[in-house]
């Protein structure tokens, strides 16, 4: 674990000799990856055959949008390597990251190794870094506490071993051990739908050992457990404690982050009826409250207003109207590659706004655009936002048949921007008055001008330059009693343009007939104010 860009999947690639890195959208990870690396080790503790020991490592994202997540990789594991760059030191995510483990010593057995990375770069400073750590509340052993600590280097390989024998030697320490022989019990890291394959789930095994063919149940959701997979999609008879398994055969998409049990098919069904059932009681008794509370907000806002009234004497008409702006909404309907990803965009976007504009959240799902969503999103007047996933070409053409918008983004950091973008859109514009030449009224004069009698204005231009066409108002005594344009501009009987600052000219204005000596002609330019949330 660690703050976004300090290096945790590199660190990882090199240990597995792979090369995630490179591959993830944004540079930037955004699913909780699980895999296992068997590790040679020289201890005679417990080992696999060979004396290889397998470690199963959680590879969590940084970005801000995954904090569920990282609190779910923290949940499930036993020990946190926080990783920290050298160059970047201590920052929110890791303070994030400290307090997580923090709240789950409390609750159980859970260690900590602080693994210092990038210390290749010329501008890292190790020695500071620790420094932070310290001052941020990390007991490390140099400075008396208990939590090792390892410098490393992701890119160039260099510390690695040191940091997967401060792994073992911690895990010793904390006598580390599973029950093989009982129930198993697992835990949904993810969730997603997969080509060939249809609902599955990646489980991490913390109790017993899954095999094919038994029935689960995680959350409202049950399996029967057709085919156990490996992360790299290799099937598997058996899957141990500590281990990560792809388990498909779901009659639905589990919700990521629920306990996995098994039991008999008839325990199983009883169970998923009674969730449901429990589920919809939830739902309906939330449905009452919201309800209640809406009637309660309007009555005591009808008691405020007969207050008022009573106060202020006979009712006006805008009091009894009262009439306010509606608050503008940007629906969406989201689309994810992964049930993890769909939760962080959701979470991340939700509460995008303010009391005149925010989003709504239409629908959510896992897996490609269907025709289903562009049907939904055009019934509710809604963008689809589809985070990691195809889009077949008869749903887009669909979707542009229908006017439905849509947006598709590899990067959950984009898919926000352009959220808040599109929602500070829908606020109220605001202008700025700039102010670029003034004239004063010295005479008026009245012309005829086919059969028709027209008021000019004689001015003397004082400060910038009088343009034609620029809108302009009318100053009388501080107050505007004009806002229009320029009908004619005229310098000895010549039409113009411009007249500047000094210059005397006429003016005449567009349905205007009233002007006064001494009145204030200003031209101006709206400048319109980007809004902020």
């Not at 939330?286 to 009234?309: F, H, L, M, P, Y």
């Not at 009439?323 to 939760?343: A, F, N, P, W």
């Not at 959701?346 to 896992?366: C, E, P, R, W, Y």
């Amino acid at each position: 674990m660690g703050h976004v860009d300090h290096g945790k999947t590199t660190l990882l690639d090199n240990l597995r000799s792979s090369s995630v890195a490179s591959s993830e959208a944004g540079g930037i990870t955004q699913h909780i990856g699980a895999f296992c690396v068997p590790l040679s080790m020289t201890s005679d503790s417990p080992s696999m055959p060979g004396n290889e020991r397998l470690i199963t490592f959680l590879d969590t994202p940084g970005h801000a949008a995954f904090s569920a997540m990282r609190a779910r990789g923290a949940s499930v594991t036993d020990i946190v390597v926080l990783v920290v760059a050298a160059d970047d030191g201590v920052m929110p995510q890791t303070i994030e990251i400290m307090n997580l483990v923090k709240r789950e010593q409390e609750a159980s057995n859970i260690g900590m190794v602080v693994a210092i990375n990038k210390v290749d770069k010329p501008e890292a400073d190790v020695e500071k870094t620790k420094l932070a750590l310290l001052s941020a509340g990390v007991p490390l052993e140099e400075g008396g506490g208990d939590v090792p600590c390892v410098t490393v280097s992701g890119l160039t390989g260099s510390g690695l071993p040191e940091l997967v024998e401060t792994i073992a030697l911690v895990a010793d320490v904390m006598d580390l051990r599973a029950e093989r022989d009982c129930t198993p019990v697992g835990y949904v890291l993810e969730s997603r739908m997969l080509k060939g394959f249809g609902p599955v789930a990646t489980i991490l095994m913390t109790r017993g050992t899954l095999s094919p063919g038994i029935p689960l149940l995680a959350g409202t959701s049950s399996c029967s457990s057709r085919r156990l997979l490996s992360p790299s999609l290799q099937p598997i008879n058996l899957a141990a404690p500590g281990t990560p398994v792809l388990v498909t055969g779901w009659k639905t998409l589990p919700a990521t982050g629920e306990e996995v049990l098994t039991g008999s098919e008839t325990d199983i069904k009883k169970a998923c009826a009674n969730r449901e059932r429990k589920r919809d009681l939830e739902s309906a008794l939330g449905d009452v409250e919201a309800i209640n509370a809406t009637r309660q907000a309007e009555k005591e806002r009808e008691i405020a207003n007969k207050a008022k009234r009573s106060t202020r004497g006979p009712r006006t008409v805008a009091e009894d109207s009262s009439v306010q702006d509606k608050k503008k909404y940007l629906r969406i309907v989201v689309k994810g590659d992964v049930s993890g990803s769909v939760e962080a965009l959701v979470g991340a976007v939700k509460d995008i706004g303010n009391n005149l504009a925010g989003v709504k959240i239409v629908s959510i799902g896992v897996g490609d655009v269907s025709d289903s969503d562009v049907m939904m999103a055009k019934a509710a007047d809604a963008t689809i936002v589809a985070f990691s996933v195809g889009m077949p070409r008869t749903v887009r053409a669909s979707a542009s048949q229908n006017h439905v918008p849509i947006y598709t983004s590899d990067i959950i950091y984009r898919i926000i921007d352009d959220i808040r973008d599109r929602v500070i859109s829908l606020l109220p514009c605001t202008y700025d008055i700039k102010v670029t030449g003034e004239a004063t009224v010295l005479q008026l004069f009245d012309i005829q001008t086919k059969g028709a009698c027209k008021r000019i204005a004689g001015c003397r231009v004082t400060q910038g330059i009088v343009q034609r066409s620029s809108p302009v108002r009318v100053l009388r005594d501080g107050k505007t009693v004009y806002e229009g344009s320029i009908d004619a501009l005229k310098q000895l009987k010549k039409d113009v343009a411009e007249v500047r600052k000094g210059s005397e000219c006429g003016v005449s204005l567009q349905d205007v007939d009233n002007l006064q000596g001494g009145d204030v002609i200003q031209m101006f330019q709206k400048i319109e104010i980007p809004a902020q949330l």
